[in-house]
């Protein structure tokens, strides 16, 4: 644990960082993110040693126990996930309260706090009982998105299915059939490639609840909160309203500079950490192109690929993990008011990790702030106020 910092000598003007950037909050031994090498790191591996090597039951246990499990502890953790999957009837009952015209987003959220209502252990504080929640919440985000994008169509929810893996059985819940092999090999590695990135502002966000000592449910909820907000969460959904608008290969260049005439931003473009390639981006491009070829409809994946050279030759800007999430779950079926939810569905196995690590040595997060306001102001009483 990091030492905590020290106040300003007398006399000397303290530094601001607008953003907490380059502050280093705190140590995790979850992930990394090498903004210089543009490398990503879960629990000692390189993304590209698990991407399409190993499932997202592989990856969520590997950060929630720091190894990745051998055969006998990852068939005791997929059943674990199979036990935890279905929701209980009140859970469906209360979501199908919920107005269709919500957003999925907020939907989730209720959802969130509502698996802390029907959990007796809840506001139990030892860290083992965390890990019990957390194999709750993992299990049951998808089903929970995925009713939700179905009692927004007007259809009744899909059971889970104990023989589908992880992803293969939100896409089974969804669209109330089984994947086939390549959507579910897709859908998959895009989980893995979203489980965990460091101290974004969703997980910090879980982290700072979490130090309170406030429960399990109330950190992933704060974290849904945070990823719902447009500047973290929901770039995925904007870069797929982007090709939307654009509308076919041909059209891109047109686009792109009246984008740039206009002064306005290319969604899936740029990171706040990485100085180069977002390493998660080349991955999720290959996926997208193979559904493309499985669905045989290459126009999304024709546009984008346009449009990211397009842009670099403009803006020189890189593409971050949102621009081919976008064609990627577009080609999955699932309707563009779900991805951020989508996002919410991978990463609730970091969040879950964090809240855990921060548990297990917990220090409140409590920054400081740089007063700019006035001083020394005198109390009128109200007769004397102007009017």
């Excluded at 000397?12 to 090498?34: C, H, M, N, W, Y």
């Excluded at 969703?202 to 399990?216: M, Q």
């Excluded at 779900?338 to 920054?367: D, K, V, Y």
């Amino acid at each position: 644990m990091t030492a905590p910092a020290s106040p300003p000598a007398p006399g000397t003007a303290p530094q601001v960082a607008k953003g907490l950037d380059s502050v280093i909050a705190d140590e995790t031994r979850i992930s990394e993110v090498d903004g210089q090498r543009c490398e990503l790191i879960y629990q000692g591996y390189h993304l590209d040693e698990l991407v399409g090597k190993a499932s997202y039951e592989e990856v969520s246990y590997l950060l929630l126990y720091g190894a990745l499990p051998t055969r006998q502890q990852l068939a005791g953790w997929t059943a674990q996930l199979n036990t935890h999957r279905s929701l209980q009837p009140e859970m469906v009952a209360a979501l199908t309260q919920f107005p269709r015209t919500a957003r999925p987003m907020a939907a989730l959220r209720t959802a969130v706090s509502l698996l802390g209502l029907y959990d007796t252990e809840a506001d139990e504080e030892p860290v083992e009982v965390f890990y019990r929640k957390a194999v709750n919440a993992i299990a049951k985000t998808p089903t929970i998105v995925a009713a939700i994008g179905r009692l927004r169509q007007g259809q009744p929810p899909v059971a889970p299915q104990p023989e589908l893996s992880h992803a293969a059985n939100f896409l089974h819940m969804l669209h109330g059939c089984a994947p086939s092999v390549e959507q579910g090999q897709a859908l998959d590695a895009y989980f893995v490639l979203l489980a965990d990135h460091g101290f974004n502002a969703s997980t910090f966000t879980a982290r700072a609840v979490a130090s309170t000592k406030s429960d399990y449910y109330s950190a992933v909820c704060a974290a849904v909160g945070s990823l719902k907000g447009p500047l973290h969460g929901a770039a995925n959904r904007k870069a797929m309203e982007m090709l939307e608008e654009i509308g076919a290969p041909e059209k891109v260049e047109p686009y792109v500079q009246k984008t740039v005439a206009d002064h306005k931003r290319f969604m899936g473009f740029g990171h706040r950490v990485y100085k180069g390639p977002d390493p998660r981006a080349k991955h999720l491009k290959e996926y997208a192109r193979r559904l493309g070829e499985h669905r045989g409809e290459m126009k999304w994946f024709a546009i984008s690929e346009r449009l990211q050279e397009a842009v670099w030759n403009a803006k020189k800007l890189y593409i971050n993990v949102d621009f081919y999430s976008a064609s990627l779950l577009h080609y999955l079926d699932i309707p563009t008011e779900l991805f951020t939810t989508m996002f919410a569905c991978a990463r609730i196995a970091g969040w879950s990790a964090h809240i855990i690590e921060q548990a297990a040595n917990n220090r409140l997060i409590r920054p400081l702030a740089l007063y700019t306001g006035p001083r020394n102001l005198r109390f009128v009483p109200i007769d004397q106020r102007p009017s």
